[in-house]
């Protein structure tokens, strides 16, 4: 018995999420929602730079609706920490999405950014290990050549 497994010519299209980024002046609080990456990180931080003509003591980012962020999204959380700090003011992450909070605390930043996560913190998947696919080349039942053999 021998199982073929071949790959979609394409790839299905999936739509784009929107960003959205609402500024609220009286609770010094950015809502986003959508894609935290280096395509919009400039419109959080020009978000923020908007509180920071107010007086309130702590700025807040609403991140309950990230349904990505990169490397340039991390960046500019921490940059937006130390904006705030800057104007004597704290910054709260709240209700991170799963996804946000996990990459967070995969990075260390806990240990920098306030979270003020709706739930409990997300574990890692599979205790911390990978879990194998149901089905692919991990999973057909003959062996695999790491080397090709001459012959």
């Keep these: 018995m021998s199982l073929h497994l071949a790959a979609p010519d394409t790839a299905p299209e999936v739509p784009p999420v929107p960003f959205r980024l609402d500024v609220d002046l009286v609770s010094a609080t950015v809502t986003v929602a959508g894609e935290l990456d280096r395509e ?9 730079s908007a509180l920071a003509d107010g007086a309130h003591p702590c700025w807040s980012v609403d991140a309950a609706e990230v349904v990505f962020c990169d490397a340039a ?7 937006a920490h130390h904006l705030a700090r800057r104007h004597g003011c704290a910054l709260v992450v709240q209700r991170p999405s799963p996804c946000l909070h996990r990459l967070i605390l ?21 205790d911390g290990r990978r879990p194998l696919p149901h089905a692919g080349p991990l999973r057909v039942g003959h062996p695999v050549r790491a080397v090709p053999t001459e012959g």
């Design 40 to 48: 919009h990180v400039h419109l959080l931080l020009d978000g923020l």
């Design 106 to 126: 995969l990075v260390g930043l806990q240990q920098m950014l306030d979270l003020r996560p709706a739930g409990p913190a997300p574990g890692p998947a599979a």
């Design 73 to 79: 999204g991390l960046r500019a959380l921490v940059t």
